[in-house]
Nanobody, 117 residues
Framework: QVQLVGSGGGLVQAGGSLRLSCAASRNIFSFNAMGWYRQAPGKQRELVATITSGDSTNYADSVKGRFTISRDNAKNTVYLQMNSLKPEDTAVYYC???????????WGQGTQVTVSS
């Protein structure tokens, strides 16, 4: 079992920055991958960014060049640095982890990000 707790959301003006954090309940070194989804009102959940155990990263086209995902194995935490935020980035953000063939996520506790124009 893996528990994930996200934090760092908030209200920011367009063009601003936020950094989301996701703390895991166990050593993330053994996770195959971690990442972030987001879901805006009335829209489907979107995969935003992923990072593998080998530190390979992948991003949705909508955030490339603006968002950066990273991980700190010593702190069992994955981060999402979000720069040049746009109103369309407004959503609830969820982190996930792939471990032992299963996907765990902070589905019950998303992190709200609101970008005002």
């Amino acid at each position: 079992q893996v528990q994930l707790v996200g934090s760092g959301g908030g209200l920011v003006q367009a063009g601003g920055s936020l950094r989301l954090s996701c703390a895991a309940s166990r050593n993330i070194f053994s996770f195959n991958a971690m990442g972030w989804y987001r879901q805006a009102p009335g829209k489907q959940r979107e995969l935003v960014a992923t990072i593998t155990s080998g530190d390979s990263t992948n991003y949705a086209d909508s955030v490339k060049g603006r968002f950066t995902i990273s991980r700190d194995n010593a702190k069992n935490t994955v981060y999402l640095q979000m720069n040049s935020l746009k109103p369309e980035d407004t959503a609830v953000y969820y982190c996930y982890a792939e471990f032992m063939g299963l996907r765990f996520g902070s589905w019950g506790q998303g992190t709200q990000v609101t970008v005002s124009s």
